[in-house]
């Protein structure tokens, strides 16, 4: 199947009209809109976004190449999950979340930080960008988790890690992102080649 902007056809962008919007649903971590609209067929229709902040996440490496990873229950999925440090931010730069984030989490403070870029984890319904960081030349500390944060944080072969996401065991999409992203930046053999 081609696409029509495959054959040269300009896309089309903005082809839905806000018609009015409310507030669904406000707490303080979230805040959810809806959206009375024109579709781009034309038709009236409904559409609801949740605007969360932006969330940011850090891949922690060590001398040995290992990654801090979280090991914590996770209240909306029922389940405990494999994480990177990350959580969500408002009146900060991504860096100084991800900086904060990692630090309270771990207790670990960073020297060097590479951005790996920005993820939109589920832009047909959120607002949220999650802006991902390598960070290196690791100092440990002691952690400053928040009462709600009960995690255990182990360091895990960066390799291993990333054979973790593509076997399933490692599900949350921040940390699955985040991790093969750092691995590709780590093995300088294929930047040079890409």
């Given at each position: 199947m081609i696409l029509s902007w495959e054959r040269g056809t300009p896309l089309k962008r903005h082809l839905w009209t806000i018609l009015s919007e409310r507030i669904a649903y406000q707490n303080p971590w979230i805040r959810v809109i809806e959206y009375d609209v024109l579709r781009p067929d034309g038709q009236p229709g409904l559409y609801g976004v949740?605007?969360?902040g932006h969330n940011a996440g850090?891949?922690?490496v060590d001398e040995q190449a290992r990654v801090a990873l979280l090991h914590e229950f996770v209240f909306p999925v029922d389940r405990f999950l494999w994480q990177i440090p990350s959580g969500q931010f408002r009146d900060e730069g991504p860096e100084a979340a991800a900086a904060r984030e990692l630090r309270e989490e771990t207790g670990i403070v960073a020297r060097t930080w590479t951005p790996l870029g920005v993820a939109h984890l589920s832009a047909g319904i959120s607002t949220q960008?999650?802006?991902l960081f390598l960070a290196k030349d690791l100092s440990i500390g002691e952690a400053d988790r928040e009462p709600t944060e009960t995690m255990t944080m182990v360091w895990i072969p960066l390799e291993?890690?990333?054979h973790m996401c593509l076997r399933g065991e490692i599900t949350d999409a921040v940390s699955v992102i985040g991790l093969l992203k750092a691995f590709l930046w780590t093995e300088k053999d294929w930047l040079e080649r890409g």
């Open positions: 949740m605007d969360a850090v891949v922690a960008e999650t802006h291993y890690a990333v």
